[in-house]
């Protein structure tokens, strides 16, 4: 039997900072552990001496807490699942796969990994710059005793101490945000795909300690780059130096992420010619001659067109300097080969332009032509232009914070949020690492930027994107504009940006049929009563719990919720309500749910039938919220489905009670 909460809590007494890792190797390898339970190094040696040199030297990052963060990503959570029940009723947002979660993230991604492990193909985070002002202290609320802490870790008193000091003073020291970090970072690698990856933004306060833990978490083998990005024209100096640059980190989960082609921006494209409906619009990129610091001959030669002659400089006299062998530091050449020339110039990619100054050569750019070579010589490419992502930094700074304000302001108004992000960036990123059906993942929400560019982006495209948003719901201080504006917590703000920004897009794609609802969750830890009664029950004494339990503390859609999630189904699915003599199920894929108290003989009996008679109805594993039931209610149940063995289903019922 699965005790839910209950077991949770035993679990996690017995849980050390190794569970997760240990588990893995458990199930691939487990000819390497002993019959005491021991693993062999020596044996698991041999399996990877074929492939990998194993040494007894590394390079890592250490800070105090390190051990303590990978004991509370093996600890699971004992949070429910609660959800909103009239936002998620309303039409917009019934069939809607985007998820708004409001809670503690640790516990947010424990919960999705039981749903969504291996699902999610892109995470961006702005997490906490650690700047000093930011207001990050560490406040993960475990209450382990300094005892407890030293046997889990296998630490002396005095380092269990020094630990305990981090995590209940709210320190904002290095080791704290590692720490913090360290935990959650654990869980969102084990949430990418295998062909996923994962943004995070950063300043210099951190990047360089989050550089290495990511390289601990990742692998220093999937580090893809850092991006720098402009933040803002200007910038607070520290003396002459402006500090107006921050950072994006970005990983893979392995070394074979699957990205796509950024589309250059066709803003400048603003001429036709008559190449126009196979080549699009093009610019005028550049002369076709420049001041070269390289002097190479073979790209120095006279151009004649239409009787003009053209030198590189535009000057005779220089021209024939350089032939008589006169050069200068810097020496005036053509940018293209000769070859490259008459292929160009035949084909349209080269214009004339004539001014009061002269005339000059300019090549053209187009939105789907290039010219290309091989062995035969040069070839017209066709197919939209790309760049290569380098520094996130345009001429019309649109990745910079100053934008993110102004998104903001068009938003929910202006100085409700004062750090996000532009929605450029986030559309940036996804187009670069997601497509069609791919998941999105948040899980420093904040305004919910991230979600209102994803929203934007399917609108853009008809996509389907899905986003997963998850927030604490910090209180907003008295003082702010938000607070001043009607919002009391930034999980607020946020959902009230997404729902206007849907209102906005609607406005803007009338005919649109994207998804622009969303569904709601709040994390709730049961009260300590509740968890202190549920650890004393006892299910063999034949009575009801009816007093403080889950079901009667926070209700059966919550319940069903934290069951659905637990067992794989996710957020957004609905389990269906099927009634047995007047007793009401929950059914959905390999489960059937059984909450409500008052189960008769007669229900027992329509539930058997339905196995027998509905193909279509295999549950393999019946749940029972253990508190709603008497010990001869759950015996007779059992007792019943025993007979479905010898039916032509041949069915082995796996009963599963939970507290």
């Not at 991604?109 to 997490?127: A, E, F, R, T």
């Not at 360290?182 to 933004?201: C, E, K, P, W």
Request: glycine residues 6%; hydrophobic residues 35%; negative net charge.
């Amino acid at each position: 039997m699965i005790a839910m909460i209950k077991d949770i809590m035993n679990a996690n007494d017995t849980a050390v900072p190794n569970s997760r890792e240990m588990a893995i190797l458990k199930e691939n390898f487990p000819s390497c552990f002993r019959a005491d339970g021991s693993f062999d190094i020596e044996r698991f040696k041999e399996f990877l001496s074929d492939k990998i040199a194993v040494t007894g030297e590394g390079y890592e990052l250490k800070f105090l807490g390190k051990n303590y963060a990978r004991l509370l990503a093996s600890i699971d959570t004992t949070t429910v699942v609660v959800p909103n029940e009239e936002h998620n009723s309303k039409p917009e947002n019934m069939n809607s796969e985007n998820i708004y979660i409001s809670g503690d993230n640790l516990d947010g991604l424990k919960h999705l990994l039981k749903s969504y492990s291996g699902q999610v193909k892109c995470i961006y985070i702005d997490p906490p710059y650690n700047t000093g002002t930011d207001g990050f202290v560490y406040n993960d609320q475990f209450n382990f005793t300094v005892e407890e802490l030293s046997e889990k870790l296998s630490i002396s008193e005095e380092q269990a101490q020094r630990i305990l000091d981090l995590t209940k003073r709210g320190s904002a020291s290095h080791s704290a945000w590692l720490m913090f970090m360290y935990s959650r970072l654990l869980l969102a690698r084990d949430l990418l795909t295998d062909d996923g990856v994962i943004f995070i933004s950063i300043d210099d306060n951190e990047c360089h300690n989050l550089k290495l833990l990511c390289d601990d978490v990742f692998g220093e083998e999937n580090f893809i780059a850092e991006f720098p990005r402009i933040t803002k024209r200007g910038g607070k100096s520290s003396e002459i130096i402006a500090k107006n640059h921050d950072y994006v980190l970005m990983y893979s989960k392995t070394n074979a992420p699957l990205l796509f082609p950024i589309a250059h921006n066709d803003s400048a494209f603003k001429h036709k010619d008559e190449f126009f409906e196979e080549r699009g619009y093009y610019k005028l990129n550049q002369t076709l001659d420049y001041d070269s610091l390289q002097y190479s001959k073979s790209l120095d030669y006279p151009i004649e067109i239409d009787g003009e002659v053209f030198y590189p400089g535009s000057s005779l006299e220089l021209y024939n300097e350089r032939q008589s062998g006169i050069h200068d530091t810097a020496d005036w050449a053509w940018r293209w080969s000769k070859a490259k020339f008459e292929f160009g110039y035949k084909n349209g990619f080269i214009v004339v332009k004539r001014s009061k100054n002269g005339s000059r050569l300019y090549t053209k750019t187009y939105q789907k032509a290039t010219i290309e070579e091989n062995d035969d010589g040069y070839y017209i490419e066709y197919g939209d232009r790309t760049k290569c992502l380098s520094t996130l930094e345009t001429t019309d700074n649109m990745y910079s914070n100053d934008n993110a304000t102004k998104d903001v302001a068009l938003t929910i108004g202006k100085k409700i949020f004062n750090h996000t992000k532009p929605l450029a960036l986030m559309t940036l990123l996804a187009k670069l690492s997601t497509q069609d059906s791919d998941i999105i993942l948040d899980f420093f929400s904040g305004s919910a930027a991230t979600a209102e560019a994803i929203m934007k982006l399917n609108c853009d495209e008809n996509t389907r994107r899905k986003y997963i948003m998850v927030q604490l719901p910090e209180k907003c201080k008295e003082t702010s504009s938000a607070y001043k504006n009607g919002y009391r917590t930034i999980c607020d703000i946020g959902i009230d940006r997404i729902k206007k920004a849907a209102t906005l897009l609607k406005e803007e794609y009338p005919d649109t049929t994207v998804d622009l609802g969303f569904k709601h969750y709040t994390l709730v830890e049961p009260e300590q009563n509740t968890l202190d009664k549920l650890e004393k029950f006892d299910p063999t004494e034949n009575k009801l719990f009816a007093d403080k339990d889950i079901l009667s503390d926070f209700g059966k859609p919550t319940v069903l919720a934290t069951w659905l999630v637990r067992d794989g189904y996710g957020l957004t699915a609905d389990a269906e309500e099927l009634n047995f003599a007047g007793y009401n199920g929950y059914y959905i894929g390999k489960h059937l749910y059984l909450i409500d108290p008052e189960l008769s003989n007669k229900a027992i009996e329509a539930i058997v039938v339905k196995y027998e008679t509905d193909g279509s109805f295999n549950p393999e594993n019946v749940v029972l919220f253990g508190y709603s039931f008497t010990w001869t209610e759950m015996e007779a149940l059992k007792i019943n489905l025993k007979r479905l063995k010898d039916t032509e289903k041949n069915l082995r019922i796996n009963f599963d009670i939970r507290y």
